[in-house]
């Protein structure tokens, strides 16, 4: 059987869900599809939005030749017997191909397209839930223009939700009745996903209570269909970096409510190890000197979590999130290193100064004999000026005190003594 959500899709520009950025009036798609021109895109975005919705539609307007790929299936002798059509009597008025999942394309694959799309002999549009920035061939990229299509909300899934129901109720020849809020508990629970909110409008009438001429829908049925359904996450995909790097930053930015629900995303994808790795870079990178026990509290937080495992692991990481996000910040170290690899990098290094080598005899050119190394104990607060870096960075300045009771408390004891 179909499913509802392909017996439901969209004829037409206005019957799309959700990419007003899109389709709203004015907007630069709608005026593409008005022109009656097809240039080369690439859309963008996740699973469920309207991708191929779209690329059905400019294709029944054009009087192009059709072709349809999918990446993860398509060879080199797929994509090669349609680019021949594109210089044979079919392909006359020219080709357009519709690739779906373009990023499972290999390199020498997307290269194989480039002579046609460059000399217009082929259109392409091709959709993919991958960043295309990272997982397209550049050349390809630079002769498209990517459209990026966005999670649909719950306030424009809701319309869409409840057309499904009527569409079956008038397919099935029965009333369906729908507890208050079952599709705002759709909308909310598919994460912006139009394909699977239909598709679980379908699965809660399958699953209700029928009598001869009536379906009843309740919330306890669709809170059964939705569980967990709501989680948008590929381990090696774009929301794995993206929650990632949510978190980095809420963390960074001191905002704890937002670190604890990224951290929780993270926790119940089963993320476990890359969110422990991040916590505990963050504790270097961004809280740093200005408490340097986050550190080891977070070390600990991260071992514990490690070896309690799912459920319990939240414990010891919701700790560590919040200890971090609402301790002091400070990331002079990690200004300090990366100033300092800027110039081993650049080759800034010089030779050591006589007084900081290993013990051993002078050469018979030395100017000056004997290492004269001065032992910092030897002398009052154990400090003695001497000079550290070689002569070529003499006075270089790294690492500047944090404004933070912690380095500022620091940067008072060592002003004092070494005046």
Avoid at 338 to 361: E, I, K, M, T
Wanted: charged residues 20%; aromatic residues 8%.
């Amino acid at each position: 059987m179909i499913p509802l959500a392909e017996r439901l899709r969209p004829k037409s520009i206005e019957e799309m869900v959700g990419q007003p950025h899109l389709f709203g009036p004015g907007k630069p798609m709608l005026r593409i599809l008005e022109s009656g021109q097809v240039p080369n895109m690439i859309f963008y975005g996740p699973s469920g939005v309207g991708k191929t919705t779209l690329a059905r539609m400019i294709a029944e307007q054009t009087d192009l030749s059709l072709h349809k790929l999918n990446g993860t299936t398509a060879s080199v002798s797929d994509i090669r017997e349609i680019l021949q059509e594109s210089g044979s009597l079919f392909g006359s008025n020219g080709v357009l191909l519709y690739l779906d999942e373009i990023q499972y394309l290999n390199k020498k694959q997307q290269q194989s397209l480039l002579e046609y799309i460059e000399n217009g002999s082929v259109t392409l549009i091709a959709s993919t839930t991958e960043n295309p920035y990272f997982a397209v061939f550049n050349a390809i990229i630079s002769r498209c223009t990517v459209f990026e299509f966005k999670p649909v909300t719950k306030e424009q899934l809701v319309p869409a939700v409840k057309r499904a129901y009527d569409f079956l109720q008038n397919e099935q020849g029965h009333t369906i009745t729908l507890e208050d809020g079952v599709p705002e508990y759709i909308a909310a629970g598919c994460g912006g996903d139009v394909r699977k909110a239909v598709n679980t409008v379908e699965l809660s009438v399958l699953g209700s209570a029928q009598t001869a001429d009536a379906i009843t829908v309740t919330m306890e049925t669709v809170k059964a269909l939705t569980q967990r359904s709501n989680m948008r996450y590929d381990k090696d995909g774009d929301q794995h970096y993206d929650l990632l790097s949510a978190l980095h930053k809420s963390i960074r930015g001191s905002d704890e409510n937002a670190a604890v629900h990224y951290a929780a995303r993270l926790m119940e994808a089963g993320d476990l190890l890359p969110l422990c790795r991040r916590l505990l870079c963050i504790a270097s990178e961004d809280i740093g000197l200005a408490y340097p026990m986050a550190l080891p509290i977070v070390k600990g937080a991260v071992d514990t979590a490690l070896q309690l495992g799912m459920p319990e692991a939240r414990l010891p990481l919701a700790n560590a999130v919040i200890l971090l996000a609402t301790a002091p910040k400070s990331n002079s170290a990690y200004m300090a290193v990366n100033a300092a690899l800027a110039d081993v990098r650049a080759g800034l290094s010089g030779d050591f100064p006589r007084a900081l080598q290993n013990v051993h005899f002078d050469g018979a050119d030395a100017a000056v004999k004997g290492q004269h190394y001065l032992y910092p104990h030897d002398y009052p607060n154990h400090w003695v000026r001497q000079q550290y870096l070689p002569d070529s960075l003499a006075g270089r300045i790294y690492y500047e005190y944090g404004e933070n009771k912690a380095e500022q408390a620091a940067k008072a004891y060592w002003e004092k003594i070494k005046k």
